[in-house]
């Protein structure tokens, strides 16, 4: 109930929502407990649900003069020309269109193929379509660095990473999930790693059967059968030890041979190594303890008290993005 019955309309919708705001704020009863009061508070009303107040999250920083909130498919969607359109995801606000986008900054909606249509201000305004079934070919590699201060990063014996902050916990396909440590110990030493880890001077054994060592100036590469070819590679992959070859889905080598950087090679058939991408942002840099591919197919390094999750496939899996902050989606957001 409005504490003192005064309420001012923000915000139309087409669905024939409103947005209120109460000056004075609401009062909500408690069972067996006294009525608490919010103020100033932000009510929403929408078709089909109860009056409800919009979290405060989303508003404990908006004035009702400039405030643009839009609701689409129960979701939140805090809007302006500096920012664009931000969702609001759990407890922050997620950025979704470029700097170059963000003029279109008032959202219409999604379609059912998830595209998503955007527009500016005016009737006759240009609309903005972004489509994600579009594959973006221009490489990526998403850093998740998860660190703990006061704990312990490794990994487990079937090498899903794990950190102990309090418990102990490992990063499965879909999540974190408690470990067990009297049956699942968490590790944290290189000599700790699975045994199927290459041998002494060996850096990787690909899907082909392919040995191949070396990796600071060339790599040598000695094949099931026939000779040994030796590729240099070029002057901008060239590196020191400690070196690590990762072979991804899809044939993808990842080279990790200089502090802050990995390298994305071309397959290993050819004449020559190309690189196919250079990825320095949010790497860590520092020299790791172990660098490894886990069952999920990520690539993960544990470097100090962090440990920092890649992801080859050039996206991050909606189920692990829900487990994200805001401010680590964004900082994977294309700049």
């Known amino acids: 109930m409005p504490v003192d019955g005064k309420l001012k309309i923000i915000q139309r919708y087409d669905d024939a929502g409103l947005l209120i705001y109460a000056y004075a704020g609401v009062s909500i009863p408690q069972p067996d407990k006294d009525s608490v ?17 919009v979290p405060d ?7 009702p003069a400039t405030a643009n909130l839009v609701t689409i498919d129960n979701e939140w969607y805090r809007t302006d020309s500096i920012d664009g359109p931000r969702r609001f995801v759990g407890n922050s606000l997620v950025t979704l269109l470029r700097k170059s986008e963000r003029k279109f900054y008032v959202p219409i909606g999604s379609d059912r193929r998830g595209r998503w249509l955007f527009r500016q201000p005016g009737k006759e305004s240009p609309t903005l379509l972004i489509d ?16 703990v201060k006061a704990g312990a990063v490794g990994w487990t014996k079937e090498g899903w990473p794990a950190i102990k902050r309090g418990g102990a916990w490992e990063l499965r396909e879909n999540g974190w999930k408690a470990l067990d440590e009297s049956k699942t110990p968490l590790l ?5 790693g699975p045994a199927t880890e290459p041998s002494s001077g060996e850096l990787l054994t690909d899907r082909a059967g392919r040995k191949i060592f070396n990796g600071t100036q060339s790599l040598k590469i000695v094949p099931t059968t026939g000779p040994a070819r030796t590729l240099s590679l070029p002057a901008i992959a060239t590196g020191n030890d400690p070196v690590t070859l990762i072979e991804a889905a899809d044939k993808k080598l ?12 071309s397959p290993l058939d050819g004449p020559d ?32 008290d962090s440990i920092a999750v890649m992801f080859p ?23």
């Open 37 to 53: 009061t919010i103020a100033p508070a932000w009510i929403a009303l929408r078709t089909g649900r109860s009056p409800e107040l």
């Open 132 to 147: 994600p079934t579009i594959q973006d070919p221009t490489p990526k590699l998403p850093v998740w660095t998860v660190r």
């Open 313 to 335: 496939s050039g996206a991050i899996p909606h189920q692990i993005a829900t487990k994200m902050s805001g401010a680590e989606l964004q900082a994977n957001e294309p700049e």
């Open 254 to 265: 990842f080279l990790f041979n200089q502090p802050g950087r990995v390298l994305r090679l």
């Open 188 to 192: 944290t030493k290189p000599a700790d």
């Open 57 to 63: 999250l989303l508003t404990s920083d908006l004035k």
């Open 273 to 304: 190594v190309n690189v196919e991408a250079t990825f320095t942002r949010n790497i860590p840099n520092g020299e790791p303890v172990r660098i490894w591919l886990d069952p999920a197919g990520r690539i993960c390094m544990v470097i100090e």
